[in-house]
């Protein structure tokens, strides 16, 4: 468990499912720069049985509030590129949460987490270049943008550009 001021980030488990299944699901949650893909809950089950939704090539924690225990968010990381020593970073929140430094602050303890546990040398977000909440984020947590990936993701029935963006472990002195 990684505690934060007023949530934790732990593991999934079987009691959140349904609220994962509304984060992953709900077009109002999703926004617009997320792809349409729906996430099927009996796939969700059975990757939480399977592995704990912790895999080399992605692993799941979901961001509880600490007063109540709600489920109010979701934050990964996976593998990047196969031959990277990277992994990439995403995040989901619900809606009444946003805009008060939830999931920048949930991105600066998962970056302290994976460069104290893991040997990782570089961590990434992407997002679509519009998306101007998730940039704040990225730079607010210290990555500095790389580049962007022309036509990289497909999203609401075209091909959008992404920003990439990077912060190595010796910029953040672990």
């Given at each position: 468990?990684?505690?934060?001021?007023?949530?934790?980030?732990?593991?999934?488990?079987?009691?959140?499912?349904?609220?994962?299944?509304?984060?992953?699901?709900?077009?109002?949650?999703?926004?617009?720069?997320?792809?349409?893909?729906?996430?099927?809950?009996?796939?969700?089950?059975?990757?939480l049985?399977?592995d704990?939704?912790?895999?080399?090539?992605?692993?799941?924690?979901?961001?509880?509030?600490?007063?109540?225990?709600?489920?109010?968010?979701?934050?990964?990381?996976?593998?990047?590129?196969?031959y990277?020593?990277?992994?990439?970073?995403?995040?989901?929140?619900?809606?009444?949460?946003?805009?008060?430094?939830f999931?920048?602050?949930?991105?600066?303890?998962?970056?302290?987490y994976?460069?104290?546990?893991?040997?990782?040398?570089?961590?990434?977000?992407?997002?679509?270049?519009?998306?101007?909440?998730?940039?704040?984020?990225?730079?607010?947590?210290?990555?500095q943008?790389?580049?962007?990936?022309?036509?990289?993701?497909?999203?609401?029935?075209q091909?959008?550009?992404?920003?990439?963006?990077?912060?190595?472990?010796d910029e953040?002195?672990t």
């Open positions: 468990m990684i505690k934060g001021s007023n949530f934790v980030i732990r593991h999934v488990v079987h009691s959140d499912l349904p609220a994962l299944t509304t984060l992953l699901n709900d077009p109002d949650v999703r926004g617009e720069y997320l792809t349409n893909a729906i996430h099927s809950p009996i796939e969700l089950e059975r990757n049985k399977a704990g939704m912790v895999s080399d090539t992605l692993v799941r924690f979901v961001i509880v509030e600490k007063s109540g225990g709600t489920v109010i968010g979701t934050i990964w990381h996976r593998k990047a590129v196969p990277f020593n990277a992994r990439e970073i995403g995040y989901t929140l619900s809606n009444e949460y946003r805009g008060r430094g999931v920048t602050e949930a991105v600066r303890l998962l970056v302290r994976l460069f104290d546990s893991t040997l990782v040398n570089r961590l990434e977000i992407r997002m679509d270049t519009r998306n101007e909440a998730s940039e704040k984020v990225a730079i607010k947590s210290g990555f943008k790389e580049g962007i990936s022309r036509g990289a993701n497909f999203v609401r029935g091909h959008v550009d992404m920003n990439v963006y990077a912060i190595l472990r953040t002195g």
